[in-house]
Nanobody, 121 residues
Framework: VQLQASGGGLVQPGGSLRLSCAIS????????MGWYRQAPGKQREVVAR???????DYPDSVKGRFTISRDSAKNTLYLQMNSLKPEDTARYYC????????????????WGRGTLVTVSS
């Protein structure tokens, strides 16, 4: 299983970006898919998660501005980011927690290389 994030770039404050994460490989089951970010000198922060049930959760720092979604047919995860702020600048990574490729596999966590988001005027 491989995860490839894309869609990052330079955007002005107040602008929007949509990140995509293409997931290659079979998925029998998973617990969560999501996005985390890491900025230089800061701790990693999970900014959005979607459970296999479809339930989503967000930290207060992005709630109301970020929306996570998943297209299971395309095996693609999305993160719509609106009203971006300079403090959103970071490298964004997609991840899948407790993924099983086959029903008898042990659950494994996967993550991609990340895409850089820079919010600046």
């Amino acid at each position: 299983v491989q995860l490839q994030a894309s869609g990052g770039g330079l955007v002005q404050p107040g602008g929007s970006l949509r990140l995509s994460c293409a997931i290659s490989g079979s998925i029998f089951s998973f617990a969560f898919m999501g996005w985390y970010r890491q900025a230089p000198g800061k701790q990693r922060e999970v900014v959005a998660r979607i459970a296999s049930s479809g339930n989503t959760d967000y930290p207060d720092s992005v709630k109301g501005r970020f929306t996570i979604s998943r297209d299971s047919a395309k095996n693609t995860l999305y993160l719509q980011m609106n009203s971006l702020k300079p403090e959103d600048t970071a490298r964004y990574y997609c991840f899948v927690d407790q993924l099983r490729v086959r029903g008898w596999d042990s659950p494994t966590n996967y993550w991609g290389r990340g895409t850089l988001v820079t919010v600046s005027s």
